[in-house]
């Protein structure tokens, strides 16, 4: 399973917006996550926290919604077969 990281190895620092609306990604972050100039990187509002923002690049969210349909898959697959399974019992 996956351990989720400590908020000192996901903390890079701030970043100041400029005045045409531009900000600066700090290097340890663009390194780690692979971030380089020109790369697209999208931009979303938090779903719970309206004024904070999340990024994310093309690639990784196109993977992350793969792995997302993927597991939807596998779950309706379990839910039907319990559905199934429970619809022969009441019979």
Do not use: W, Y
Not at 31 to 40: M, N, P
Not at 55 to 70: F, I, Y
Request: a negative charge.
């Amino acid at each position: 399973m996956h351990q989720v990281p400590s908020l000192e190895e996901m903390f890079f620092g701030s970043a100041t917006i400029g005045e045409r609306g531009q900000i600066v990604i700090p290097a340890d972050a663009r390194k780690e996550c692979g971030i380089h100039s020109g790369d697209k990187l999208l931009v979303f509002r938090h779903p719970l926290h309206p004024r904070m923002l999340i990024l994310a690049k093309v690639g990784e969210m196109q993977e992350m919604l793969k792995q997302m349909k993927q597991m939807t898959n596998v779950l309706e697959q379990a839910n039907l077969k319990f559905f199934e399974a429970v619809s022969s019992e009441e019979e």
